[in-house]
């Protein structure tokens, strides 16, 4: 159902190489890159993540509870992905753990422009 997310940054070179290097274990790469926007995923027929400049070329604003979710397959995946984002050059929002009781399990982070993004694995 969703095809892709898209986030602003301020560096779009920045942006592209900290989802490659997170991601890349996912099998993801750049699926298509327009210059001031990139889709990262592993196929133009599955949903992407999107890192692009503003259209308007305003600044770019993480928005108050807008979030990205990436769902690894397992908790080793969510704390490999969490410590591999804090890495890179994120910040915690939050450690992994176990969350509402035994169904959700995630970790979150923001990026380098702010950006909030969760790693979780449901059961």
């Given at each position: 159902m969703?095809?892709y997310?898209?986030?602003?940054?301020?560096?779009?070179?920045k942006?592209?190489?900290?989802?490659?290097?997170?991601?890349?274990?996912?099998g993801?790469?750049?699926?298509?890159?327009a210059?001031?926007?990139a889709?990262?995923g592993?196929g133009?027929d599955?949903?992407?993540?999107?890192v692009c400049?503003?259209?308007?070329e305003?600044?770019?604003?993480?928005?108050?509870?807008?979030?990205v979710?990436?769902?690894p397959?397992?908790k080793?995946?969510?704390?490999?992905?969490y410590?591999k984002a804090?890495?890179?050059?994120a910040?915690?929002?939050?450690?992994?753990?176990?969350r509402?009781?035994?169904v959700f399990?995630?970790a979150?982070?923001r990026?380098p422009?702010?950006?909030?993004?969760?790693f979780?694995?449901?059961?």
């Amino acid at each position: 159902m969703i095809g892709y997310v898209t986030i602003g940054t301020h560096d779009i070179d920045k942006a592209k190489d900290f989802y490659l290097a997170l991601l890349s274990d996912l099998g993801a790469s750049v699926v298509f890159d327009a210059g001031r926007i990139a889709f990262i995923g592993t196929g133009m027929d599955k949903p992407m993540l999107a890192v692009c400049i503003p259209h308007n070329e305003k600044e770019p604003q993480p928005g108050n509870g807008n979030m990205v979710a990436i769902s690894p397959g397992s908790k080793e995946g969510v704390e490999k992905l969490y410590a591999k984002a804090l890495e890179l050059g994120a910040t915690s929002e939050g450690e992994p753990g176990q969350r509402i009781d035994d169904v959700f399990y995630g970790a979150y982070i923001r990026d380098p422009d702010g950006n909030k993004v969760a790693f979780y694995v449901f059961g």
